[in-house]
């Protein structure tokens, strides 16, 4: 298994900036400065939680949990690792703010040695997996050393469901060995049920990502940010459009929704975030064939030509704050992909929301916010230029989706300190 993985892992280190010298740690051998942070962590703290978080999404998750963790319970250490670069500078960043008490590490890979070597070396009173990371001989081997393992603001889609259920058999003696699964949505505990886990394993928590306790509005970066714009010559007047997260193709797809409301709105800026920034200089080729002019985020002051019609983001951990100077947000991988990306950050940051068809991994999210006109979802898009056109020309009804969908996400508030308390119990 470990052999099929390596090639993967290799392939999207190297794509998302990764150094070669970080495949030793996925292998489980660490470095001489990583085995001293996690002998001096271990001497000083009363008990270390192992927390792991795929990427940048879910290191963000991980930054809020471990901050209440800290408030509850100072003398808790935590070893927090990640698979991507990306999520590697959010957790380094959160060990510059918590210096003796977290240690950022890459992920081992899921093979039995691997894990076996992390284990030794980490020696965790518990293993805390956020959202659905579910590593079977991560699970196996430290319940064979009596390490508890949780998960929490955990998410299993309807597909994943479905998937599971088929492999249940397979499935089912790894998900019964969780000591407790904490999830986003009260729907949500049927699903892990059907998984065949202990009712009283399952418990309701609420959404830390919609939590906003502890998550504060980027208020530096946004300026910067603004500043930038500015030089641009995007004054604060002009409405901006973002498209949050895209996946291939919906870039052109909106950049042609763009230059078909411009006619109308000429004043109207776009922005394009991306999910894979790698993609970016393909996405500039097609964009530039389109005659919109466009300036990668990279290329901002170092460029001298005119005014561009469209910024590419290209680079990363940015999104939020971009958002947050965003008129109209559409999100990414709901029209030409299936799945869907997270809403939640927009519409917390109280701005109008707008998705495609296919936001199937967010089915109870988007239930709450439709159900309430806190989002508008739109079957293709041609649906979506008209109901853009239809919000930027009524910004109130702008105004007014924005604030339903922020109220909406109230009914989390608390999670993260229920998710801690019931970590540190």
């Known amino acids: 298994m470990l052999l099929v993985m390596l090639p993967g892992a290799i392939k999207k280190m190297r794509a998302r900036g990764g150094r070669w010298r970080d495949l030793w740690q996925r292998l489980g051998y660490f470095s001489e400065s990583a085995r001293a942070k996690l002998d001096a962590l271990r001497r000083s703290r009363a008990e270390v939680i192992w927390m792991h ?36 500078a959010q957790a380094e960043k959160l060990a510059t703010e918590l210096p003796d008490t977290v240690v950022p590490l890459y992920s081992p890979l899921d093979g039995w040695f691997v894990v076996r070597r992390c284990l030794s070396a980490i020696q965790p009173r518990q293993i805390v997996l956020v959202e659905a990371e579910v590593w079977p001989n991560l699970v196996q081997a430290a319940s064979r050393r009596g390490i508890p393992v949780r998960l929490v603001n955990a998410r ?28 986003q949505e009260p729907e949500d505990v ?30 530096e970066q946004m300026a ?21 997260s895209t996946h291939a193709g919906e870039e052109e797809e909106i950049a042609r929704v763009y230059l078909r409301l411009r006619g109308a709105h000429p004043a109207l800026f776009l922005m394009l975030v991306p999910r894979h920034v790698e993609r970016s200089a393909e996405i500039q080729q097609r964009l530039g064939a389109m005659e919109l002019k466009v300036r990668r985020r990279s290329m901002v002051d170092r460029e001298q030509t005119a005014a ?13 704050a971009w958002q947050g100077l965003a008129t109209l947000v559409v999100v990414g991988k709901s029209f030409l992909a299936t799945g869907g990306q ?20 967010f089915s109870a999210l ?59 119990a």
């Not at 418990?203 to 919609?210: L, Q």
């Not at 997270?342 to 991994?361: R, S, Y």
Request: proline share 6%; hydrophobic share 45%.
């Open 366 to 424: 988007v239930r709450v916010l439709l159900l309430r006109q806190g989002a508008a979802q739109v079957p293709d898009f041609a649906a979506l230029q008209e109901r853009l056109d239809h919000l930027l020309r009524h910004p109130q009804e702008a105004q007014a989706m924005a604030y339903v969908g922020r109220e909406a996400l109230r009914a989390h508030e608390g999670a993260t300190a229920r998710s801690a308390a019931r970590l540190l």
């Open 156 to 183: 299993l889609s309807p597909r994943s469901e479905r998937r599971y259920r088929q492999l249940r058999a397979l499935v089912r003696p790894i998900f019964t060995l969780l000591a407790e699964v904490m999830v």
């Open 224 to 244: 910067e940010f603004r500043e930038i714009l500015e030089r641009e010559g995007i004054s604060r007047a002009r409405p901006v459009l973002l498209a949050a």
């Open 53 to 88: 978080a795929v990427s940048v999404g879910e290191v963000g998750i991980a930054v809020k949990l471990v901050h209440e963790l800290v408030r509850q319970r100072p003398q808790v250490g935590i070893v927090i690792t990640t698979t991507t670069p990306t999520g590697m």
């Open 308 to 320: 561009p019609d469209c910024l590419l983001v290209d680079t990363t951990g940015e999104l939020k």
């Open 190 to 219: 049927e699903r892990w049920l059907s998984l065949g886990l202990d009712p009283n394993r399952v418990v309701w928590t609420g959404s830390i990502k919609f939590d906003e306790a502890g998550d504060r509005e980027p208020v």
């Open 342 to 361: 997270n809403p939640a950050e927009a519409v917390m940051l109280g701005k109008p929301v707008l998705f495609g068809p296919h936001m199937e991994n």
